[in-house]
């Protein structure tokens, strides 16, 4: 009894405070053991893309990816007809990596600038999102709830920006002010091939003091004071904020260097660019922003900032109501209290004077 009895011992300050167990226990595997069980139902990543046709949203994603998700609209003759995405089309992928299964859905949207009038175009982008909140918190208000609630509100809308010199056009800001309050919003410069080098960082200047001037928040956010943070991934956090809007490149080629190596990359009249050099273009930093270090997080700051707002709103608004049903109909008990109070003591009265005269 005595030897399991766990003892308090002081290693460093950090750990002071923690009873240490004298023997091994074990219960530190139980990172090994969620692992096990979140690898075994996979992960669901909803990544939305907005932008203006033919700015490389389906090559882009192909890209990311290594795999053909989405058709792109390129032409081989001019009497092909420009494919267009008319509505919102989901795709959905899974993908598998070392035992590791991604379900990803691919949003689709309408091209931006599409139409002559584009008014309130961001409509159906911001429905779609709040549609899909709307429908979690039903199932999680339901009464036999579901063991494993269906995942498909928007974890991240990768954002194009046209390859331009002036920056976001009014509508782009438009769009970005209704996005970035409902969702995690990353952009990217689209088609960097087109910009020189000193127009790109010249552009990314100018949307960066844009972002600061519309007040548009880009993920990832500036949570100095979350604690689900370390120092280094708030100063990692600060770091990427400095880099956007990633400039990119995408390209579903794979092509042979001359020196032998295959690579994905676009080839042109003057060269090859391979969207994997980093002193080409941005296009793995992304990747590696979205893949390899902030995949979780998207999905964690959609669930409790974005969908947690949309919950506290729902059911504070669901609140007042009901509250303001009640005093309604109290008001209405209470009316024909008083109403059926005066009639007894009329009937009363009445009774009252029916001795009288008897
Ligand atoms: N120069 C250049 N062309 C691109 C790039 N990405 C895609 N494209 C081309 O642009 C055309 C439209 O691409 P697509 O992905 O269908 O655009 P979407 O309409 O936004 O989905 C295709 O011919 C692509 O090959 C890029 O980074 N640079
Ligand atoms: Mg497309």
């Given at each position: 009894m005595a030897e399991t009895q766990p003892q308090q011992q002081t290693q460093t300050a950090s750990d002071a405070a923690f009873l240490q167990p004298s023997?091994?226990?074990?219960?530190?595997?139980i990172t090994t053991q969620i692992e096990n069980r979140l690898v075994k139902r996979g992960f669901t990543l909803n990544v939305m893309l907005v932008g203006s046709?033919?700015?490389?949203k389906s090559t882009l994603i192909n890209t990311l990816f290594s795999t053909h998700l989405e058709d792109s609209s390129g032409r081989n003759s001019i009497y092909e007809p420009i494919e267009r995405t008319p509505e919102i089309k989901v795709t959905s992928h899974d993908l598998l990596e070392n035992n590791v299964i991604l379900h990803l859905n691919v949003i689709d949207t309408p091209g931006f600038a599409d139409q002559v009038n584009n008014n309130h175009c961001w409509d159906p982008l911001t429905k779609y999102i709040k549609d899909q909140h709307n429908q979690y918190l039903r199932r999680e208000l339901?009464?036999?709830?579901?063991?494993f609630i269906k995942d498909t509100r928007v974890h991240c809308v990768l954002y194009f920006i046209a390859p331009n010199y002036y920056g976001l056009s009014n509508l782009d800001v438009q769009v970005l002010k209704k996005l970035t309050e409902v969702v995690n919003v990353v952009p990217v410069i689209a088609k960097s091939d087109t910009l020189t080098l000193d127009e790109r960082t010249n552009l990314k200047r100018v949307l960066q003091d844009q972002f600061s001037h519309y007040n548009l928040k880009m993920y990832p956010?500036?949570?100095?004071?979350?604690?689900?943070?370390s120092s280094e991934e708030v100063q990692f956090n600060k770091d990427i904020r400095s880099m956007l809007p990633f400039a990119v490149i995408g390209s579903e080629d794979i092509i042979t260097t001359s020196k032998g190596e295959t690579v994905r990359g676009r080839r042109t009249k003057w060269g090859m660019i391979n969207v994997e050099d980093v002193t080409q273009c941005e296009f793995v930093y992304l990747r590696d922003f979205l893949t390899r270090t902030h995949l979780y997080d998207l999905i964690e700051t959609t669930s409790l900032q974005h969908y947690e707002s949309f919950r506290t709103k729902q059911l504070t608004a669901l609140r007042e109501n009901v509250g303001a049903r009640n005093s309604t109909q109290s008001q209405a008990v209470s009316h024909s209290q008083s109403q059926s109070q005066s009639q007894s003591q009329t009937q009363q009265s009445q009774s009252q004077a029916f001795q009288q005269h008897h």
């Open positions: 023997n091994y226990v074990g219960f530190d595997t046709s033919g700015l490389g339901n009464a036999s709830r579901e063991k956010y500036n949570n100095q004071y979350d604690d689900r943070l």
